[in-house]
């Protein structure tokens, strides 16, 4: 073989090879960012996979859009005080809940929103944004807080047992969450607290102004 078709044979593999990774090395990377999101986000990845139609790549996009907006959050410390009034609370919409469903539910979703804020999340107005923060450092319990949130704003019609039911499992799945939220965590105690950022951070009551509770 002649020098010149060494050189010609070189140069098409050399091609050939680069073509390859710049064709497979994207796709490798996104692989990984899948793998890394579905870990992450474990149920939370599949609900959103599901509510883009199966479409992986837009899902991905939103979850790595939420990490890069929340995934350096810092919780807040929560005094035992506070920890107490809201284990106090939650205690008693579950008695609640035995007499009056609907309304003990709507105050689980009011009451999740608040400990939420109080632990350093999005304001509790601020619904979606609070919902996103929140399933990426709790992915695995979030959904409870969205079922409860649906409960409490569903429209009136006649109570049945089905829908009794449903507010029930609410319940109980939106508890999880409520304990990863007001257990212990590191930054309670003073030597692990985060520094405030902006405005120092005041313990109140879990229940805003004018609710009634």
Do not use: C
Not at 58 to 82: F, K, N, Q, T
Not at 157 to 173: N, P, S
Not at 192 to 213: C, D, E, L, N
């Amino acid at each position: 073989m002649s020098t010149v078709l060494i050189v010609v044979a070189l140069v098409v593999v050399f091609v050939a090879v680069v073509a390859a990774v710049l064709y497979v090395g994207p796709g490798r990377a996104n692989g990984r960012r899948g793998r890394g999101l579905k870990r992450r986000f474990g149920p939370e990845y599949e609900r959103t996979v599901a509510r883009h139609d199966g479409d992986t790549r837009a899902a991905e996009r939103e979850l790595a859009e939420r990490v890069e907006r929340h995934g350096d959050l810092r919780p807040r410390p929560l005094s035992r005080e506070a920890r107490e009034q809201y284990v106090a609370l939650w205690t008693g919409l579950q008695e609640q809940f035995v007499d009056a469903p609907r309304q003990a539910v709507a105050e689980a979703d009011r009451l999740l929103a608040r400990l939420a804020q109080d632990r350093g999340f999005p304001e509790a107005s601020a619904y979606e944004e609070q919902v996103a923060a929140l399933s990426v450092h709790h992915a695995h319990h979030v959904d409870g807080y969205r079922r409860v949130h649906r409960g409490a704003r569903a429209p009136e019609h006649e109570q049945g047992a089905a829908e009794t039911e449903e507010l029930r499992a609410a319940m109980v799945d939106a508890r999880r969450l409520f304990e990863e939220l007001v257990a212990e965590h590191p930054e309670d105690h003073g030597r692990h607290a985060p520094r405030p950022a902006g405005r120092s951070h005041r313990s109140h009551s879990p229940w805003p102004k004018g609710s009634g509770a």
